[in-house]
C-alpha cells in the first residue's frame, strides 16, 4: 500500500504547479507503542523509556514511508516534529523551527512530516498528531506568506 501511494505521488507531482508537503499517520505502528508507554490525553507521568519506545516506532515507519518515496522519485525532505517542535499542554508551543522545511521547499525537495512525540513544557510530553502537525505548519506557511492551497490527505 505505502509503495503504491507513494508511485501515485510521483507520477502526479510533474502534473501539480504546487509545492507538496506530506504527512503520514502511524496507524497501529505507533498507537500501540503509544498506548503501551502510557500517553493517553493530559500530563504523561511515563518513564524515559516509554517516550523513546513511542518516537522509534513513529521514526520506523517515517523511514519506510520515506524510503518508498525515494524509491518512486520523490525527493523527500524527512522533517520530524520531534526534532523542531514543543508543545505546550498537548497543543504545538508558538516556537518552532522552520528554517529547514522552508529551504527544503524553496530548493524543490517534499517534505514529509508525522505524528510524532515531543517535549511539552507543561506535561513533560505529548504526542502531537499528523493533522495537528500539518495544521500548525499550514498556519506558520501562511504567516509567512506561503499560501497553502490545498491539502491532501493520503491512507
Not at 50 to 75: E, K, M, S, W
Request: proline share 6%.
Amino acid at each position: 500500500m505505502i509503495e503504491r501511494l507513494a508511485k501515485e505521488v510521483a507520477s502526479a507531482r510533474p502534473k501539480m504547479d504546487e509545492r507538496l508537503i506530506l504527512g503520514h499517520g502511524s496507524g497501529s505502528f505507533g498507537h500501540v507503542a503509544a498506548a503501551r508507554a502510557g500517553f493517553e490525553r493530559g500530563p504523561y507521568g511515563g518513564e524515559a523509556e516509554g517516550f523513546a519506545a513511542t518516537q522509534n516506532q513513529a521514526a520506523r515507519l517515517h523511514r519506510i514511508v520515506v524510503a518508498a518515496l525515494l524509491d518512486a522519485g520523490v525527493p523527500t525532505f524527512s522533517w520530524l516534529p520531534s526534532s523542531a517542535l514543543t508543545a505546550h499542554a498537548g497543543k504545538p508551543a508558538a516556537s518552532g523551527h522552520f528554517p529547514p522545511l522552508l529551504q527544503a521547499v524553496e530548493r524543490g525537495l517534499v517534505p514529509v512530516t508525522c505524528g510524532d512525540v515531543v517535549f511539552d513544557h507543561r506535561w513533560g510530553a505529548a504526542i502531537l498528531s499528523t493533522e495537528v502537525v500539518l495544521r500548525y505548519v499550514i498556519g506558520r506557511l501562511r504567516r509567512w506568506r506561503h499560501p497553502v492551497r490545498r491539502m491532501l490527505w493520503l491512507g
